[in-house]
């Protein structure tokens, strides 16, 4: 019965060039590039349109933390002279609202089927291609498939009991609604203070009846010194965009955030004293790029914590909340940088209430609220801002076999695994867009995705050109590439976090800074080589003759 099975899907598969799952920035890119290239290709996404997390995280606050201008496609210069920003920082709805004006301006959406989930990718060997199909039914078949889903596309929720048992309004910011919602006179609570916790609850706290802030582990955020952009500098920035984009692909983080090569204690202690004030002054990233060596030095790294901790205790008015609120035990920047705009100053309204649960546990979620060691806290709406399974846990989602019956699942679960963050062993033709062993979440992501995506294509080129099948890297040029992040990753402070960079928010996944951290021009750099090499360190397999459908 299986095998009539197959072979009927065999018959009535949809045949493609390329099938492309995600319609994020990766998956935009995609579409129009492999368009542009004449092949026949199907988007599949699972939210109701494009734009990715954008297009998920509508959670009141919600903002990009790189500048505008530097967060956007170069690829069409067209759309950079077209697009005006409005704000240094972009919130949410414009940066939707870019997104659109992109799939409109290049006619994207025709070529993806959205609210349609990918739920298998089966590499068939004796054809040289991939079936893939969805939850609406779907089968189509490829010679490529490629895996834009994103580091961070899979919600989860807390590891505490009871959540489904709460009758109040219960809100995951990864998946807002898509209405207005009142938080007027509303006993509010929310979990989570990393990236989102912080944008929620600076933009919320002022409009509950009461909100009560339940934190584990506290996060270093700096002032983000947003502004509306003015014509005159919007101007510059169109009449300047080639060298701005040449800047930020030379950029270790893939961006146009000042850097230093400044080591910190090459400075006196009155001098660093400036510079550090200088820094908050500015605002954003500004800080992270006063030093180089922040992230590689410990003595220095805690002099710059310590600097924030005093800022803390400057703009909180109550002295045990501001200590509670001050982060501990870990370097500054090893967690995801924060940005906010009065996110400290919102502890000093009466209304909002901070819950150490370091102090103070959470033993479950009730009926009514939340309950603690000393106590129930009921609420009429809980916020859960617990993050993701970031960097694998969209491809750990659905069943991706490749050659032989090996899946994903299976080679992944000591960590993920891939040469150069875009492709893996045994999965021939499989590629991936700021793939976890890339420099994916430490770098600027749109960059990044432009980069694989350009990169891939040149991949199929060579291939088509040669008369070749099927491209995977071989088991010694994996093993050298993740021994090259394993190496750099000691180097680095960022493996010294508790944080979703190293699994560790997701209870029983493996533990282990899997992203490459030395720069995202160095990445390019180790790409380039690769290909110009004459991708030695793939295997290939010739046309020949293909098994028929």
């Known amino acids: 019965m299986n095998d009539i099975n197959t072979a009927h899907a065999e018959t009535t598969a949809r045949r493609l060039d390329v099938i492309i799952v995600g319609a994020g920035f990766g998956g935009m890119y995609a579409v129009y590039k492999f368009r542009e290239m004449g092949l026949a290709i199907q ?9 990715g997390v954008w297009y998920w995280n509508r959670y009141p606050g919600a903002r990009v933390d790189l500048p505008s201008i530097d967060y956007s496609f170069a690829f069409s210069r067209e759309i950079e002279q077209e697009w005006t920003w409005k704000e240094q920082f972009a919130a949410q709805p414009e940066l939707l609202e870019y997104i659109n004006f992109v799939a409109d301006r290049l006619d994207l959406r025709k070529h993806i089927q959205f609210n ?9 060997e004796a054809r040289k291609l991939w079936r893939v199909t969805t939850d609406r039914g779907d089968v189509c078949e490829a010679p490529y498939c490629i895996m834009a889903t994103g580091p961070l596309s899979i919600p989860k929720d807390p590891e505490i009991p009871g959540i ?39 933009e919320i706290g002022p409009k509950c009846g009461e909100l009560f802030v339940f934190q584990r582990t506290p996060s270093f955020t700096m002032p983000m010194r947003n502004e509306n952009l003015e014509p005159g500098y919007v101007a510059e920035v169109k009449r300047n965009y080639a060298s701005i984009r040449e800047a930020a692909l030379n950029s270790a983080v893939g961006g146009v955030r000042p850097q230093s090569t400044r080591a910190f204690f090459t400075v006196t202690p009155k001098q660093r004293q400036v510079l550090l004030e200088a820094s908050w002054q500015q605002g954003g990233l500004a800080m992270l790029g006063t030093f180089a060596d922040l992230l590689t030095n410990e003595e220095a790294n805690e002099h710059v914590a310590e600097f924030v901790r005093g800022k803390i205790g400057e703009i909180v008015k109550d002295p045990v909340t501001a200590e509670a609120l ?23 309204l009466p209304t909002v209430h901070l819950k150490n649960c370091l102090n103070d546990k959470i033993v479950e979620i009730t009926e009514k609220g939340v309950r603690l060691e000393s106590g129930e806290v009921e609420l009429d709406m809980l916020i859960l801002a617990t993050g993701y399974d970031g960097l694998t846990g969209a491809l750990l989602a659905f069943d991706v076999v490749g050659r032989d019956g090996r899946t994903i699942n299976q080679e992944w679960k000591a960590g993920a695994r891939s040469h150069l963050g875009l ?19 430490l770098a600027n992501i749109i960059r990044i995705s432009e980069h694989d995506v350009d990169w891939i294509a040149n991949a199929m080129v060579h291939m088509e050109k040669h008369h070749l ?63 110009e090499g004459g991708y030695q360190d793939f295997t290939f397999e010739p046309a020949g003759e293909l098994v028929p459908a």
């Open 164 to 202: 489904a048992r709460f009758k109040g309004e219960l809100m995951r910011a990864a998946k807002w609604p898509h209405h207005p919602v009142s938080f007027a006179g509303k006993r509010v609570g929310i979990i989570g203070t990393g990236s989102t916790g912080i944008q929620i609850i600076q």
């Open 326 to 348: 001050k982060p501990r035990g870990y370097p500054i920047f090893a967690r995801r940088p924060c940005l906010d705009n009065t996110y400290y100053e919102t502890f000093n």
């Open 423 to 441: 492709m893996m062993e045994g999965f021939p033709n499989l590629f991936m867009t700021t793939g976890p062993t890339g420099p994916a979440a």
């Open 43 to 51: 988007g599949f996404e699972a939210g109701g349109n494009v734009g």
């Open 116 to 124: 349609t989930r990918v739920t298998s990718a089966v590499w068939i």
């Open 469 to 531: 099948a099927a491209m995977e890297p071989t088991v010694e040029a994996e093993d050298r590439w993740m021994e090259l992040v394993a190496t750099l990753a000691q180097r680095t402070l960022v493996s010294k976090a508790k944080t979703w960079y190293v699994g560790a928010n997701v209870e029983g996944k493996a533990q282990g800074l899997t992203l490459f951290t030395g720069g995202f021009h160095r990445y390019r750099e180790y790409c380039r080589i690769a290909a």
